[in-house]
């Protein structure tokens, strides 16, 4: 592994590997900062370039990763936003060469490669940061503070219901059904498995699943939808139920959470467009009280403001010369309950996500950069 030379930190210099949609605008985002100079100067896709992109980066668009990595020195980083099934691939080649790397969500194609991700991290002690946005929605840091407050007692449950809607689903069916995208349960489940327990504070202990795969083509007044529906439930360790329910059909593009506890309810809407809401709301319930809503901030970026928020806590975390991962365990946390899903559909049984995690941390040394 080579050394990264430390630049000044008010002027950085990155990488993308995977310049699709999300690389772009990824990279747009961090270029708009406020807070430093980052600048992307060489990307990798097996794709050519469009002219755009070949008149702002000539020969530092590569075909070759491999190529990038070796081609381009002094990176500050590498964003890696390629497909999930080559995400450990990509991200633990430029962390080899000495790179701080932004990755983002799905962590991993399968749990076996997730595991290896998080043990090549911890033995190394690899700057890795994962792409978890969801957790900075403005609605999500209301949710995590009315629960730390203790305002809803002792919580019981939680439900999450994501609907990505028809128009999505449209868009992106083809993206998710070929060969080597993950499944829909995968790519958009990880954001919510991970943010529900780092807003609980609770690793999961189990799961059991059922999913389906349904398709409608356009006809009898209903447009063209298609997706994975699943319905995935199971226990957090501190006893608190968990229920999340996905589907790919319905008007809007939302996420709503139903917190319960002993004192109270939260409900949250993450983010709708739904006509007449605002597009974030969150609802506090307690017991005996009239329902009160919780201001939020105005949105800033995209996302909410989640993608704003994300990438100032990795630039500040890049500039703090981290040794070693942004909260590691969520790299195993995050990835879990999506693929003990898929095995709890595919054999009908529970899935011990609390032995799998022990299994997936024996043997390595614990974490020394945990999250503040």
Not at 110 to 139: C, K, M
Not at 190 to 210: F, K, M, R, Y
Request: overall charge negative.
């Amino acid at each position: 592994m080579t050394t990264r030379t430390t630049r000044p930190t008010a002027n950085l210099r990155f990488a993308v590997i995977g310049f699709g949609r999300r690389g772009r605008y990824h990279m747009e985002s961090l270029e708009a900062m406020e807070e430093a100079t980052v600048r992307c100067v060489a990307v990798a896709d097996p794709r050519d370039p469009t002219p755009e992109e070949e008149e702002r980066f000539g020969n530092c668009f590569y075909h070759d990763y491999h190529q990038l990595l070796r081609n381009t020195p002094d990176l500050d980083f590498v964003l890696v936003s390629s497909y999930a099934v080559d995400h450990v691939e990509h991200a633990l080649a430029a962390l080899q060469h000495g790179i701080p790397v932004f990755l983002e969500k799905a962590v991993a194609f399968s749990w076996e490669q997730t595991v290896d991700l998080y043990q090549e991290v911890i033995r190394h002690q690899y700057p890795l940061f994962v792409g978890f946005n969801l957790r900075r929605f403005p609605a999500t840091l209301a949710m995590k503070r009315i629960i730390g407050e203790g305002s809803l007692g002792r919580i019981q449950s939680v439900l999450g219901h994501i609907n990505t809607g028809n128009r999505w689903s449209q868009g992106v069916w083809e993206h998710f059904r070929t060969p080597p995208s993950s499944p829909v349960v995968e790519g958009k489940l990880t954001h919510d498995t991970d943010t529900i327990q780092h807003c609980l504070g609770a690793e999961v202990v189990d799961c059991t699943a059922t999913i389906t795969r349904n398709i409608w083509t356009e006809g009898d007044d209903r447009p063209m939808t298609a997706g994975d529906s699943c319905s995935i439930s199971g226990l957090l360790a501190n006893g608190i139920l968990y229920t999340f329910h996905l589907t790919t059909s319905g008007p809007d593009y939302e996420r709503r959470y139903i917190v319960n506890g002993t004192a109270g309810q939260v409900e949250v809407v993450m983010h709708t467009v739904r006509p007449g809401h605002p597009p974030a709301s969150v609802t506090l319930w307690r017991n005996g009280e009239e329902p009160q809503s919780i201001e939020l901030p105005p949105a800033v970026g995209g996302h909410g403001g989640a993608d704003f928020r994300i990438h100032r806590d990795f630039v500040a975390w890049l500039q703090s010369n981290p040794t070693g991962a942004y909260d590691p365990r969520s790299i195993l946390t995050g990835m879990i309950i999506p693929f003990a899903a898929q095995e709890s559909m595919a054999t009908g049984q529970r899935i011990d996500c609390a032995a799998r995690l022990r299994q997936a941390t024996a043997g390595v040394n614990q974490e020394t950069s945990r999250e503040k």
